[in-house]
Nanobody, 114 residues
Framework: QVQLVESGGGLVRPGGSLQLSCAAS????????MGWYRQAPGNQRELVAR???????NYADSVKGRFTISGDNAGNTLYLQMNSLKPEDTAVYYCHANYGMDYWGKGTLVTVSS
């Protein structure tokens, strides 16, 4: 059983930055894929950014050039650096990992508002 714990959410003004962290109970070097999803009120959960085991990354068009996903292979932590935040980025952000099965964290709330 893999556990994922997100942190780093909070309230930030438009144009600001936040870094989300996802602490995994297993090494992130052994995953098939790891990534970040988000769900805004009334919307479906959507992919924000994903990292595959070969190192390639995918981003939603809405965050390209603003968000960066990275992993601490020496440890067990996945990051999401979010810059130039917009009100429409407001959502609960979830960490996801696939180690042959899908695992989800409980989410961390990001609110972008002036």
């Amino acid at each position: 059983q893999v556990q994922l714990v997100e942190s780093g959410g909070g309230l930030v003004r438009p144009g600001g930055s936040l870094q989300l962290s996802c602490a995994a109970s297993s090494s992130i070097s052994s995953f098939v894929s790891m990534g970040w999803y988000r769900q805004a009120p009334g919307n479906q959960r959507e992919l924000v950014a994903r990292m595959l085991s070969g190192g390639s990354t995918n981003y939603a068009d809405s965050v390209k050039g603003r968000f960066t996903i990275s992993g601490d292979n020496a440890g067990n932590t996945l990051y999401l650096q979010m810059n130039s935040l917009k009100p429409e980025d407001t959502a609960v952000y979830y960490c996801h990992a696939n180690y042959g099965m899908d695992y989800w964290g409980k989410g961390t709330l990001v609110t972008v508002s002036s």
